[in-house]
């Protein structure tokens, strides 16, 4: 069975302070990798996926992940966070279909 | 930009009340789920529908759940008679195609159902 682990439930840092947001899964088969985002009072919104090649995926407001097949992972990381990223991130993984979510890790950037 | 909406934005219900959560997917969309996340757990997959009929269901979805898409444009999700254990966030999403995981679910804003 798939599943998936996010490290931290909260992340506070300060504005264009790095940060990781750590997610691990298990999973006996090749899964494809996501990460989603929700700001307050939205819906889900898709920051960025792995399906195959590159190891290393960006968004276009300057998150990246990267793959990990042998430690199961795929952290997601921004080198300088703005207040605006303030917003609950969510891992997800799935196997045809269904999407199964890690437990969310709220990121909380502080001026 | 097409959005997956979802209706009411809250709903209040007393326990053994039917509830019915409405969504209107992206239109050309054609596979439809559900999923809900009670309050400080994550989300969890309810039910895929494709093809007027569900494709997969998880547990959780028992026969106090069901779903239709009664016409072209809205999928619901009803819950026969509500349960305290029911209140939580309920997600709509809706996406081109599935199988490969290849395309993209797009998610509503939710409905908080509160069951007193």
Not at chain 1, 52 to 57: A, F, I, R
Not at chain 2, 89 to 105: I, N, P
Request: with cysteine.
């Amino acid at each position: 069975a798939q599943s998936v682990t996010q490290l931290d439930s909260q992340v506070p840092v300060f504005e264009e302070a790095p940060v990781e947001l750590r997610c691990n899964y298990s999973s006996s088969v090749s899964v494809y990798l996501f990460w989603y985002v929700q700001y307050p009072n939205q819906g889900l919104q898709l920051l960025l996926k792995y399906l195959s090649g590159s190891t290393l995926v960006e968004s276009i407001n300057g998150f990246e992940a990267e793959f990990n097949k042998s430690q199961t992972s795929f952290h997601l990381r921004k080198p300088s966070v703005h207040i605006s990223d303030t917003a609950e991130y969510f891992c997800a993984v799935t196997k045809g279909g269904k999407l199964i979510f890690g437990q969310g890790t709220e990121l909380s950037v502080k001026p | 930009e097409p959005e997956v909406t979802q209706t009411p934005s809250h709903q209040v219900t007393q326990m053994g009340q039917e509830v019915i959560l409405r969504c209107v997917p992206i239109s050309n969309h054609l596979y439809f789920y559900w999923y809900r996340q009670i309050l400080g757990q994550k989300v969890e997959f309810l039910v895929s529908f494709y093809n007027n009929e569900i494709s997969e269901k998880s547990e959780i979805f028992d026969d106090q759940f069901s779903v239709e898409r009664p016409d072209g444009s809205n999928f619901t999700l009803k819950i026969r008679s509500t349960k305290l254990e029911d209140s939580a966030m309920y997600f709509c999403a809706s996406s081109e195609f599935a199988g490969t995981g290849l395309y993209e679910q797009y998610f509503g804003p939710g409905t908080r159902l509160t069951v007193t």
